[in-house]
């Protein structure tokens, strides 16, 4: 029994699709109507029905949404915001309604945000849906029909041409020049031209060459095939089973943030708790005054803006990364950018032009390489080793010709460039000629096109028939270059046509292969057609080899420069492609990827087990012909192995790796809509540069968080040291909850924000990436937290005691000590600006005018709180004379100073540690 014979079905209403087999590619035309039971005139309707109730209907199942006022529900089980529910509570208590309402408003905010942009994977999934087309013309009982696509059933007969979206998996029984686009299911860069021959059962998806699969496009031609599976048992419908099974992971700032307020509110609760049964017990304070100062005190240490001020943060940086053509869908993935350790990059269109350029003409007299990159026919052609010109030597004169000659696509100029329609690779060849200084118009008009046969893969050649000007009759053709060559008997050299040589040509053939480069051949013969119009019989023998033309998808020259980056700033680029091993490792080694290192196939993927994934992944940067299982296994490996992972991707098969990684990217241009549905951020312009300018700018937004937590901490610490302070000395309190509020207000409200609009370090993308769990309260922010914490309550509680002592009355010792905490914090933003690094300089001081504007505001906001009489009355607050402003401003200049001091000093220590 063979292998075709080795399952047939006996009923193919009633047997599982699960039973069939898997590798219909792999099994032969006839096999596959066989078992199917799909005979040439197609199904009867009682046997379709029969079979649709087995299989069920053709289209994706809707993925089960979770009812909005449950997702609405979950997004407030988050610490973060339980402390803002909580602050806004307790200022409430103490009569703040205003203050109470603006923290439960941001409360809110935070809400919304996260109820709009949860659900992602369900819009992924709704989008591929939409690409299953609505009709399709099938035969049964003998007839042709259009019908409704979702009621097509394994063993139905389909047919397919240019422009249709094929609607199930097929194995096609029937192809005449048939080509599909399948870059949205395999990433392959060009269309594919399909075939009926069985191919290897172990043979990548991209090489499928005897299947059509649902949702790809039939860009020419025409073709039957047998529908092998419907719904979710095509290749379509099981990568919308991977979506659904992909967890969505936390980011590492939402993560970090989480333990960060855990751990917060712990400390902030413990020690509510101990001071207030220190009041009581041991300093006899009334408990509910002690109550009312507890409050006071939790409300002070509660970081109430940072929520706040993390949108606000995260959401600037998504304005100036959408000038720069990164779109962001999730406001945390900004950060998560800024923390990528490794990005995973398509190929064609992100790191290449997607614009197909001859760049090595190889003739039999030499070798001609073509400068200028793309569409544009900008550039010259040079012969090794001489000067430009060479376009008119004899021997290169016929090749460019001929190859504008036989061609049928088109070079059109619009107003955002230039453009091809049609065929890319014959595009390559319009775009060498006009390199060369050839016309078309007028080359056709010279030597116009009498007939001609179209590119067929079972011929694999392209021919047309033409008269010169002199009515010389001429047969050019060009193809793949096997075939090509044995039509040839002589070749054109620089003295004209010469004997061929074909170990010369096959020895050119394997190394432009072994570049990464597309080979076609270009021949021609001063012949007619024998008998009437152009035949196949026409092409067997007596052409001269003119050239072979080398073809590559370029790299972008901003991309270059954009992968060089990455790498001084730490990043790892790999490249993840449907093409062929050669084309990505020659583009890869353009591009700096991969360089000295092999490139790993789809098919070798297969082969390892998660834990020899995970070693392959940490050496290998270029992986060739991979399939949606692949790219999803590549990601989670690279994530296995600490790694915080940018996934780029524009088809269908790229959103369960894309829905994976911590940051999906997705292509604008040409991108599928389930692509971007998966993502996180999308791409305007398809660029991998704009990538590393968003990988800066999220290390400039997680910068700017750690600053805004650097300076919010030490001075929400500062009020309640002073507190603490007075009760454990056993002293007047020195503020009392109202001026608590008034101090977080006024600087809270105005000063922190100034922080989000701070520009990048110079050197931020010389760094490497921070650790992914790397703590956001380190030991650093420790020290600086207590430092700054005890000089602040120094401050304050010195100038409080000292106008007590000098006699003053209460009002105008706990004004002193109010003024004292807000100029501190006004100059201790400035020393915010930069972490480890003095800020005594003329950018430090004066480089970010929010900076200025907000202290001023908190300034003269102040000024108000002590010279105006109602707020004495609200605020128990009394007027300052010059004097004591003077005395306030020195103890904020004194920490402003201490603090410089301290960068310094620990500059000096890390510089002789090194």
Not at 219 to 232: K, P
Not at 551 to 558: K, L, N, T, V, W
């Amino acid at each position: 029994m063979t292998q075709d014979d080795s399952f047939i079905k006996a009923d193919p209403a009633s047997t599982d699709t699960a039973a069939a087999p898997t590798d219909w590619h792999g099994r032969s035309a006839e096999f596959a109507a066989r078992a199917l039971g799909s005979p040439e005139g197609g199904l009867s309707e009682a046997e379709a029905g029969a079979r649709l109730r087995v299989h069920g209907r053709n289209e994706l199942a809707a993925a089960r949404r979770r009812h909005p006022l449950l997702r609405l529900l979950r997004q407030f089980h988050n610490l973060l915001l339980y402390l803002m529910i909580a602050a806004g509570i307790i200022t409430a208590l103490l009569g703040a309604w205003v203050d109470a309402a603006v923290l439960w408003a941001a409360a809110l905010v935070n809400v919304l945000i996260g109820f709009v942009q949860e659900g992602k994977a369900e819009n992924a999934l709704a989008a591929i849906r939409g690409m299953l087309p609505p009709h399709a013309t099938v035969i049964r009982e003998g007839r042709r029909r259009v019908m409704d696509a979702a009621f097509l059933v394994p063993g139905d007969r389909v047919v397919i041409a240019s422009g249709d979206r094929v609607p199930a998996d097929l194995r096609l029984v029937h192809a005449r020049d048939l080509r599909l686009d399948q870059a949205s299911l395999t990433g392959e860069s060009l269309a594919v031209e399909k075939t009926t021959a069985p191919v290897a059962a172990d043979a990548a998806l991209a090489e499928r060459d005897g299947m059509g699969y649902s949702g790809t496009l039939v860009v020419g031609g025409q073709g039957v095939g047998i529908v092998t599976a419907t719904g979710l048992q095509t290749e379509i419908g099981r990568i919308t089973r991977m979506i659904s099974g992909v967890e969505s992971a936390g980011t590492p700032l939402m993560r970090k943030l989480d333990r960060f307020s855990a751990r917060l509110a712990s400390v902030i609760l413990g020690i509510a708790v101990l001071t207030f049964a220190f009041g009581v017990l041991l300093g006899g304070h009334p408990v509910a005054d002690m109550f009312v100062m507890t409050v006071a005190l939790v409300a002070s240490a509660i970081p109430e803006g940072l929520p706040a001020i993390m949108t606000i943060i995260l959401a600037l940086g998504v304005q100036r990364m959408a000038r720069q053509k990164a779109i962001i869908r999730r406001l945390p993935a900004v950060e998560t950018l800024g923390s990528v350790t490794i990005i995973c990059t398509d190929k064609t269109g992100t790191l290449t032009r997607n614009e197909m350029t001859v760049q090595l003409v190889v003739t039999g007299a030499g070798v001609y390489r073509a400068s200028g990159v793309g569409y544009a026919p900008e550039g010259e052609i040079a012969a090794d080793g001489g000067g430009p010109g060479a376009a008119r030597r004899g021997d290169l004169l016929p090749a460019l010709q001929a190859g504008m000659l036989c061609n049928d696509s088109v070079l059109e100029r619009r107003e955002d460039g230039w453009h091809i329609v049609g065929d890319p690779t014959e595009g390559a060849l319009l775009v060498l000629g006009a390199k060369g200084g050839l016309d078309l118009a007028a080359l056709s008009k010279e030597w116009p096109r009498l007939d001609s046969i179209p590119f067929e893969s079972e011929n694999r050649y392209m021919a047309t028939h033409h008269k010169d000007a002199g009515s010389t009759d001429w047969i050019l053709v060009k193809g793949a270059p096997e075939r090509v060559l044995s039509m040839c008997r002589w070749q054109l050299g620089g003295e004209g046509p010469q004997p061929l040589d074909v170990d010369y040509w096959r020895r050119m053939v394997n190394d432009i292969a072994a570049r990464g480069l597309r080979l076609l051949a270009l021949a021609r013969k001063a012949a007619g057609p024998a008998d009437g119009p152009l035949s196949p019989a026409d092409m067997e023998d007596g052409f001269v080899m003119l050239a072979l033309a080398g073809i590559i998808d370029p790299p972008r020259a901003e991309a270059i420069a954009a992968v060089k980056q990455c790498h001084a700033a730490g990043i790892r680029v790999k490249m993840i492609t449907g093409d062929h091993a050669d084309t990505a490792r020659a583009v890869g080694a353009q591009l700096g990827i991969g360089v000295g290192r092999p490139a790993v196939t789809g098919p070798e993927i297969s082969l390892l087990d998660d834990a020899g994934l995970r070693l392959v992944v940490a050496d290998v940067d270029i992986f060739a012909r991979a399939s949606p299982e692949h790219k999803l296994r590549l990601v989670q490996a690279l994530q296995d192995n600490g790694n915080i992972v940018a996934m780029t991707g524009d088809g269908v098969n790229d959103a369960p790796a894309l829905k994976q990684a911590d940051v999906g990217i997705a292509m604008g241009l040409k991108g599928t809509d389930a692509a971007r549905e998966a993502a996180d951020m999308t791409l305007a312009d398809d660029n991998f540069a704009t990538i590393a300018a968003a990988v800066r700018e999220g290390r400039a937004v997680y910068d700017n968080l750690r600053k805004f937590i650097l300076f919010m901490l030490p001075t929400n610490g500062g009020e309640a040291l002073v507190v603490i302070a007075a009760l454990l000395l056993g002293l007047a309190l020195p503020l009392t909850p109202a001026q608590v509020l008034w101090i977080n207000m006024v600087t809270a409200g105005t000063l922190g924000i100034a922080l989000a609009f701070d520009a990048p370090d110079d050197n931020i993308m010389l760094r490497p990436p921070r650790p992914p769990e790397e703590p956001l309260f380190t030991a650093f922010f420790l020290w600086r937290l207590v430092l700054v914490s005890l000089l602040m309550m120094l401050g304050a509680l010195a100038l409080f005691l000292y106008k007590l002592d000098s006699g003053a009355g209460i009002e105008v010792a706990r004004t002193m000590a109010v003024n004292t905490i807000v100029l501190c914090e006004v100059v201790y933003l400035i020393n915010s600006r930069r972490l480890r690094r003095s800020v005594l300089d003329r950018e430090g001081l004066f480089g970010n005018p929010y900076a200025l504007l907000t202290m001023a505001i908190a300034v003269l906001l102040q000024f108000v709180y002590i010279h105006w009489s109602p707020m004495h009355r609200i605020f128990g607050s009394a007027a300052l004379s010059a004097g004591e402003w003077l005395l306030t401003l020195a103890a904020a200049l004194v920490l402003f100073f201490a603090v410089e001091a301290e960068k310094l000093i620990a500059q000096r220590l890390r510089a002789a540690r090194t």
